[in-house]
């Protein structure tokens, strides 16, 4: 019955929306808990990492903590001609502070990227300022070094200000923000980000291309044939996805190096003579090859998954009623595959874009891909926040990629199984 | 124009699927133009394997199919302009009603305007109207099974095929299927080869039907002569119901013979029987067998009720007779003043005619 106010009760006089919540509030609740350890997993292992790496990446903190009495000066400096005394006096006490607790020796590292030769000027003046005399703090550092003189060093010193930077994005692209606040491009000699950038979205897209001409057929048999043989052709495509990524990779560099397996059996039919051995490795060749490979059952399971709720009476259907094999493939059995192929493809270039172990191995100079100069970068140059930038400017990537594939297909169009 | 008695000719068709067990034997069959012919039997007699080797989707192992005379073992399935209606409808699931109409035409070039009318036109014949730009997911069951028919008589084909196209529909909606499609049928006169394995709809539907069993065509005939004269106890077992005796074969003369069972002894018609002392089964039609007849019939036996059931236009009885506790009786509801109870004795009369003797089971 429902009350004057068009409230619908329950039977026992409570209004039905709360009696549905407090029936339906337990198995919320329990849902809930089911996926909270996956959650909090997610959140502990993805979304701080994430987090981490982009705070990382723009942070700039360094400097400005360092010179916390200069920049509280230099925010009434326009930049324009050189810094009154105040600046000069604070910029003295910050930076007998660090010599005091020898950490000079970051800050001139720091400034130096900024400017070139900044570094011994700071120096000179960590010997020279122990004999400083109160007052007058612009002569004395004026008299110190010639440069002081000089308004682009102080300019150089404000453009560290800020605590927050995007200076490592524009390094990920080449490119980097010159004295006077513009954004240009590195020298030519310089530009080997843009190269790798361009590489890896290559790579990824040669190896998606290459994984779906070879996944499609495999996964069409695997989808028809009787489920005798379909389950040892599964086992096939599966076999190298139980064995490690590592074992695989190992393997290929015994078969693609010049004294290797593939080499040998090319001189031994006579296609190539043995002093002109091919090099199918240490290079894009062995990358695409190794990664083609590794990658196939991404693409396979989820064409054959789509396939195989494709009725065999569909075709037939087709043929009977007047289309030739061909006809009846492209006009009804591709298009209901699309499903299948659009996640096969998206999952192996994603995968792709990003991969480090295969290339690292077999790619040599010229098939290392971004991940690697990432990895460099974590690695040995230990320039963390810059890998984090790398690594971010990745994940946007392919954040983009799946956005305009959502923007073409459609993302529920996706099918894994 | 006169109608090709064999239009559709199996001539000594074998198949076999693994070189081993023939599912398919000696298939001989003639089906005339706009006939519609219905291939019954139970599931794995070979119908729907001989129905796929008239489509094209399995060759023969041996023999030969005509169609309008020309061998057609070697023309691949598009080039047989044979229309087929499948079990689950295989309409295409990404086309509209309208694509999925139109692609038969589309494939054979037809202009953009023959191919809207033609559509329209099958269309309105399974009153589909205005269902055209609807996609198959939206259609029910029915609606589903009326485009797949559409699209396979779209085409003016010579023939059209059906394999089991209403074993997916509810019984009412199969019923009136049933109707609509025999008046489709009946209208354009395209030649119609049906695979079903219910009798029901064999025997609304059909001008003849083939009764399949163990790769073989036990009887061809039409619906009433296979109901009334089956010519084995299979057909007579496997169309309608049935009441059946074992016995041998003690006596024959003048189309009668005697068959002695283990408890007494009927009169019955002799049809695949020869000579005396042979085994026989004999069959007779549950409606052919009547209480307290009148008339007087050849074979009158007392028969003890086991079970009464109400059916709504007939009640079934089932007596114990000469031995067999399965015997079964349809009374019709209207005929009140018959006495039946539980355990009562009651008087069964049949004529001898319509007791066959057939080959034993």
Known sequence: MSSDTGKILTTDGIPLEESLKQAEKKN????????????LFLIITYMIPIGDMFSRSIDDKMVTNMLPKTYKAMEKWDGKELPPEEVFEAFYLDYKILVKNKTAGKLQTQLNY????????????????????????????????????????????????????YSKYLKGIDMYSNEDGKIVQVSEDRRIH???????????????????????????????????????????????????????????????????????????????????????????????????????????????SVMKTISPSLMRAGKS?????????????????????????????????????????????????????????????????????????????VLVIYWIYNKLVGVDNIKLG | MSKKVDFVKFDKVDKSYDGKVLVVKDLNLDIEEGEFVTMLGPSGSGKTTCLMMLAGFETPTNGEIFLDNNPISNIPPHKRGIGMVFQNYALFPHMTVFENLAFPLKVRKMSQEDIEKKVDKALAMVS?????????????????????????????????????????????????????????????????????????????????????????????????????EPVNSFVAEFIGENNTFGGEVSEISNGTCKVKLEKGEIIANPISV??????????????????????????????????????????????????????????????????????NEINIGWNSHDARALDPK
């Open chain 2, 274 to 343: 020869k000579s005396v002392g042979e085994k026989t089964t004999v069959s007779i039609r549950p409606e052919r067998a009547l209480i307290n007849p009148k008339d007087k019939m050849d074979n009158n036996q007392k028969g003890k009720i086991e079970e009464v059931i109400y059916h709504g236009d007939h009640t079934r009885v089932r007596l114990n007779l000469l031995g067999n506790s399965e015997f079964i009786l349809k009374v019709p509801n209207s005929s009140q003043n018959l006495d039946i109870k539980l355990g």
């Open chain 2, 128 to 228: 589909l109207g205005g269902f055209a730009n609807r996609m198959p997911g939206q259609l029910s069951g029915g609606q589903q099974q009326r485009v797949a028919v559409a699209r396979a008589l779209v085409f003016d084909p010579a023939v059209v095929l059906m394999d089991e196209p209403l074993g997916a529909l509810d019984k009412n909606l199969r019923e009136s299927m049933q109707y609509e499609i025999k008046h489709i049928h009946e209208s354009i006169g395209v030649t119609v080869v049906y695979v079903t394995h219910d009798q029901g709809e064999a025997l609304t539907m059909s001008n003849r039907i083939a009764v399949f069993n163990d790769g073989k065509v036990q009887q061809l005939s039409s619906p009433d002569k296979l109901y009334e």
């Open chain 1, 28 to 39: 919320k609740i329990k849902a809930f808990l089911l996926v909270a350890p996956l959650l």
């Open chain 1, 321 to 397: 009623l007047g289309a030739t094999p061909a006809v009846a493939f492209f006009k009804v059995y591709f298009p209901l595959t699309i499903p299948g192929i659009g996640a096969g493809c998206l999952l192996v270039f994603i995968l792709a874009i990003g991969y480090y172990i295969t290339p690292a191995l077999v790619g040599g100079a010229s098939g290392t891909l971004i991940s690697n100069q990432i990895a460099y970068h974590m690695k040995s140059t230990l320039d963390w926040s810059f890998a984090s930038a790398m690594g971010l400017m990745l994940l946007t990537g």
């Open chain 1, 194 to 304: 843009r190269i790798l950038w361009i590489r890896t979205v290559e790579v990824a897209f040669f190896v998606t291309l290459f994984c779906f001409l070879m996944a499609y057929p495999i996964a069409h048999l695997l989808a028809t044939l009787p489920m005798k043989y379909s389950n040892l052709l599964m086992i096939c495509v599966l076999l190298p996805f139980w064995t490690s990524l590592l074992v695989r990779t190992a393997s290929w560099m015994i078969l693609l190096q010049q004294q290797g397996i593939v080499n040998d059996f090319f001189v031994w039919t006579g296609l190539v003579a043995d002093d002109n051995r091919p090099e199918m490795m240490y290079n894009k060749t062995g990358t695409y090859v190794a990664m083609t490979q590794i990658l196939l059952p991404f693409m396979v399971l989820p064409l054959y």
């Open chain 1, 114 to 165: 900024e400017k070139n030769g900044f570094k011994s000027v700071l120096k000179k003046l960590a010997r020279k300022q122990k004999k400083f005399e109160e007052g007058n703090y612009k002569e004395q550092i004026m008299k110190v070094h010639k440069r002081w003189r000089n308004v682009e060093y102080w300019r150089a010193i404000k453009r560290r200000a800020p605590s927050y930077t």
